[in-house]
């Protein structure tokens, strides 16, 4: 067939691509497909940005016209002459007992400022697993360290406890491996005996020649009180959750009954409850020469508190591992220890990080109970010795806002933690 040359041009290469139009680029797509993508998302938008603009010409000159310096609500209102502002002079007037309490020692404020720091890097390396192992040392002698630095004292109380664990990790490691009963329960044994013995030897004048002032618990308050219990008791209820889940499901019955028993107990009774209860009752629980402190009795209860609902989590992730999972790790020899530290418990921990997050955030919020129970924490410190002051009687918007700032920030932080956490341990590709 003959070949058609009349044509008088033929492109040898292709037509570069034409610019996209505006309304497909840029701002004004975004808005299209964000904002107006229908008529109904286009009368929320306009909506919302009516009640933003509402909101926004009430706070911001509320904001603008704030008065910093001032001794009294009286001289914040001389202050702003008749204009609406807000009274921050609270939080610079009062910023060390929203803080630590309107007890602690002001000269000591450097030491629960130190514990703080040293927390961060006591915790990255359980939070981010790419650093070293070797740093896990760190997390687990901030602890002893922390104690020390915040109730201050003899460093022979916390040097003691250190070793009791210590000693009850070792026989663990070497008896665990052949007989796991046998390895916990000399476990135990170890870390009382140390304990006692070393006690018994600490003198009674340790603590007044100490390196620190000793501080009591009852001088303990403000924000450092709800920290301190926060971390406190998230880093227990965590791993006592996770065997609630696993005896929860255990196929010996007598174990099997009490988790459930306790589970279903803890959740059923209200947290406030539980904090009435350390406060008063669970002190007759323990040896009638003892002397229980507050505080520990208000995180064992919170804590006991939180690791029923994790331990609900976890059994949640646990049950929705499908069966082959265990199948895989009988056909490979693995023993129940190893199949759940191996293979089970990484999965169903990876599904669980959602709800283990919200029942941390959850009790971190939750502290603020303790105000019930005359703990001056944050919000104890405002509803109590602030707000029953003269000088700032009728400044509630700055001080909650202030209580909520700060809960915000944290909460904030843990919530965006375990969304990169979900992202790094990603491996479905979805």
């Not at 669980?352 to 129970?373: C, E, Q, R, W, Y």
Request: proline share 6%; net charge neutral.
């Amino acid at each position: 067939m003959p070949i058609d040359t009349s044509a008088a041009f033929v492109r040898t290469s292709e037509i570069p691509p034409s610019p996209p139009p505006p309304s497909e680029t840029g701002l004004v797509k975004w808005l299209r497909e964000n904002l107006f993508s229908s008529v109904g998302s286009a009368i929320l938008t306009i909506v919302s940005l009516i009640a933003i603009y509402f909101i926004l010409s009430l706070a911001i000159p509320w904001l603008f016209n704030g008065v910093w310096n001032a001794s009294s609500l009286s001289e914040c209102r001389e202050a702003m002459e008749g204009k609406v502002g807000a009274c921050f002079a609270v939080l610079t007037e009062r910023w060390n007992q929203l803080l630590y309490g309107f007890q602690y020692p002001a000269s000591e404020y450097w030491r629960p400022n130190l514990a703080l720091i040293l927390l961060f890097f006591a915790a990255a390396p359980v939070l981010f697993f790419d650093l070293p192992r070797k740093l896990l040392i760190i997390t687990a002698v901030y602890p002893f360290v922390a104690f020390w630095l915040i109730w201050g004292g003899t460093f022979l109380g916390p040097l003691i406890a250190f070793l009791g664990l210590a000693a009850a990790y070792f026989v663990f490691e070497r008896v665990g491996k052949q007989n796991f009963a046998l390895g916990f329960i000399g476990a135990i044994a170890a870390a009382f005996a140390i304990w006692i013995v070393g006690g018994g030897l600490i003198p009674d004048s340790a603590s007044d020649n100490a390196m620190l002032k000793a501080v009591p618990s009852r001088d303990l308050g403000g924000f450092m009180l709800n920290m301190m219990l926060g971390a406190t008791c998230v880093s227990l209820s965590i791993p006592i959750g996770i065997l609630l889940a696993l005896g929860r499901q255990s196929h010996m019955p007598l174990v099997r009954f009490v988790c459930v028993i306790f589970i279903e107990f803890i959740r059923g009774v209200p947290l406030i409850t539980l904090l009435f209860v350390a406060n008063v009752m669970l002190a007759y629980f323990f040896p009638p020469e003892s002397t229980v402190d507050l505080f520990i009795r208000v995180v064992i209860m919170i804590t006991v508190f939180s690791a029923a609902y994790i331990a609900e989590v976890v059994r949640g992730g646990l049950a929705a591992l499908p069966r082959g999972q265990y199948e895989a790790a009988d056909s490979l020899g693995l023993d129940y220890p190893q199949a759940m530290r191996l293979i089970i418990l990484p999965q169903a921990l990876k599904i669980s990080i959602p709800g283990i997050v919200n029942v941390a955030v959850g009790l971190f919020k939750d502290t603020t109970l303790v105000s019930v129970i005359s703990m001056f924490d944050l919000v104890g410190m405002i509803r109590g010795p602030i707000l029953a002051s003269t000088e700032w009687n009728g400044v509630y918007w700055e001080l909650l806002g202030f209580a909520a700032a700060l809960f915000f920030v944290v909460c904030y932080g843990i919530s965006q933690y375990s969304q990169w956490l979900e992202r790094r341990l990603a491996t479905d590709h979805r």
